[in-house]
């Protein structure tokens, strides 16, 4: 059966595009979000410096209360700029998630009928509900999220070198693990969660085909024919949801592996600099929680969240593709 396709990669930057410049001083607000999420990111790298220079404190016998005080205003600075952040971003996002999905439902309503019985309602009912509300989701929760990583990999990454140029040897060592680690994803992640969602759509097809032919398929005894067809269907949806899934894990497993070796480095790197006096202790401290921040936690949450943008707004994306 004939499904509608999905919007490539270049068609989706274009409809972004296009979408963002029908939105009013789209461009200031961008500009707005940028500068008060790098703050923000920029803000929340002082938290560990502040904490590494109360452990320096400590062991020089010296008061730490206006360094306690500092770390809470930091971080209540760092709270607010990034809320302020996300919600000039999701103001801007809500807006083209709006006018998408009005263009969305506009070109359901104006396809051929022939069109629509080759792909099938279940597809058509699948693209109108379930990946509007994931494309909905994707927008608003997951581009605030991925700015934040982004800025929050750029700005520790710069706060080590800071510290230490000896710190680069942590990011030679792991970067040709995260390229191969990404190009593996990349490479599997956006066929299976495609596959996932055209099988979402073959269970909705069977659902419909069902519910609307109740009456011949009581007249003609096919309940359990059509029972059998619905539950492989579902254990269909269950197969590639877990295919997609399992595509994260190996992912998390790869960044768990990759975050053993930057901080197996990081501590070599450390140890070295204490010994040699280029660094404190208390410096050395403040640059540990930095190698997950870079590394591991918000490297995963990037990539997620920037497969999970570009593969619904590729689903979900109907303009010029039908």
């Not at 803000?43 to 220079?53: D, F, R, T, Y």
């Not at 982004?150 to 792991?174: D, E, G, K, R």
Request: hydrophobic fraction near 50%; aromatic fraction near 6%.
């Amino acid at each position: 059966m004939m499904r509608f396709p999905t919007a490539s990669w270049p068609q989706v930057r274009e409809e972004i595009g296009r979408q963002l410049s029908d939105v009013p001083s789209a461009r200031s607000r961008g500009a707005a979000a940028l500068v008060l999420l790098t703050a923000g990111a920029s803000a929340n790298v002082a938290i560990p410096i502040l904490l590494g220079k109360i452990v320096d404190a400590v062991m020089a016998h010296s008061a730490i209360l206006p360094l306690g005080i500092g770390l809470v205003v930091v971080a209540v600075i760092s709270a607010l700029l990034s809320a302020a952040g996300f919600y000039v971003l999701s103001r801007l996002t809500e807006r083209v998630i709006s006018a998408l999905r009005e263009d969305m439902v506009s070109t359901a309503l104006r396809l051929p009928t022939h069109r629509v019985e080759e792909a099938g309602t279940g597809d058509l009912v699948s693209r109108s509900t379930d990946d509007v509300a994931e494309l909905s989701a994707a927008v608003t929760e997951t581009a605030p999220v991925l700015a934040k990583s982004a800025f929050a990999i750029t700005t520790t990454a710069v706060a080590l070198l800071s510290l230490n140029w000896q710190y680069i040897l942590v990011v030679v060592a792991v970067t040709p693990l995260y390229v191969v680690a990404a190009r593996s994803y990349l490479h599997r992640a956006p066929g299976r969660y495609a596959d996932e969602r055209a099988a979402m759509a073959e269970r909705a097809r069977r659902l419909l085909e069902t519910i609307r032919g109740r009456k011949t398929v009581r007249a003609f005894g096919l309940e359990d024919q059509m029972h059998a067809g619905i539950e492989r269907a579902s254990a269909q949806v269950v197969e590639e949801g877990y295919a997609a899934r399992k595509t994260m894990m190996v992912l998390q497993l790869w960044m768990t592996g990759i975050e053993l070796i930057m901080l197996s480095c990081g501590l070599v790197v450390s140890y070295w600099a204490v010994q040699a006096g280029a660094l404190t202790v208390g410096a050395v401290t403040s640059a540990a929680p930095a190698y997950p921040v870079a590394g591991t936690a918000h490297g995963i949450d990037a990539g997620n969240r920037y497969r999970t943008i570009r593969l619904r707004f590729a689903v979900a994306h109907s303009r010029g593709s039908h």
